[in-house]
């Protein structure tokens, strides 16, 4: 039993944090600012970790039209038997790397810095940004590296990749799906996901994306439920 336990509490360490399980559009718009939410709850054979759930509360604002600091006013983890543990703060930046359309594809770049409560170490994340859209169809590609900071950081760079094709067929209404690749953790994912934006005379706007991704492999959660909501305005 204590056995079973141990490696659930290792499986558990492994999950994805909310941040992980989403696609970074390289875009950013001058003067636009945004409230965003993010959650997800997991599905998974083994009671350690079903019904682990993440959620994070941000605020964004886009000083020029290259760079959109972002900072995480909240971040939590709601695990079986442990009930909801804050996982820290983040302050997380998107630059633009060329005019919209310009080249083949648009490029980011994602630089964030994430702190981390109870002494646990700090990590800092970094990497390139994709997105090119062929008439009605999207695609966007992540390719993000993370490592430890400060006195307790291991040697080691964790690589993660994300992907995300949608159809806009209607503004409030795109299929698509995503797929995450976590070599790292030996965690594959991949699933539906419908986007959306509504918006207003004023020109503001609300996002949305929900769906589910399956785990490919056995490292990975059964399935994992998506909800990202996002207003943005000027």
């Given amino acids: 039993m204590t056995g079973v336990l141990f490696l659930g509490i290792l499986f558990a360490c492994s ?3 909310a941040d992980d399980l989403v696609v970074y559009s390289p875009h950013v718009v001058q003067g636009q600012s945004e409230f965003e939410f993010r959650g997800d709850v997991i599905q998974d054979s083994s009671a350690a970790v079903n019904n682990t759930s993440n959620y994070q509360v941000s605020v964004a604002h886009a000083f020029n039209s290259w760079w959109r600091p972002e900072l995480y006013l909240a971040e939590y983890r709601h695990t079986p038997g442990a009930g909801q543990q804050s996982q820290g703060y983040e302050f997380e930046n998107v630059f633009q790397l060329a005019p919209t359309g310009e080249y ?3 490029a980011g770049f994602l630089a964030s810095y994430h702190h981390a409560p109870g002494g646990q170490p700090d990590d800092v994340e970094f990497g390139p940004l994709f997105e090119r859209r062929d ?13 430890q900071v400060g006195a307790a950081a291991t040697k080691e760079y964790a690589f993660r990749a994300a992907y995300s094709l949608r159809y806009q067929w209607k503004a ?6 995503e797929t995450y ?3 790292h953790d030996h965690a594959y994912q991949a699933g539906p996901v419908v986007y959306g934006e509504i918006a207003s005379r004023e020109g503001n706007e609300l996002e949305y994306s929900t769906g589910v991704v399956l785990g490919m492999n056995r490292d990975a959660p ?13």
């Fill in 181 to 183: 690749l976590r070599p």
């Fill in 15 to 17: 999950i994805a944090q």
């Fill in 135 to 147: 008439r009605r169809l999207v695609n966007v590609l992540n390719l993000i590296w993370e490592k």
């Fill in 222 to 234: 059964d399935a994992t439920w998506l909800l990202r909501m996002e207003y943005e305005f000027f």
């Fill in 172 to 177: 409030a209404l795109q299929p698509g799906f």
């Fill in 104 to 106: 083949w594809a648009d």
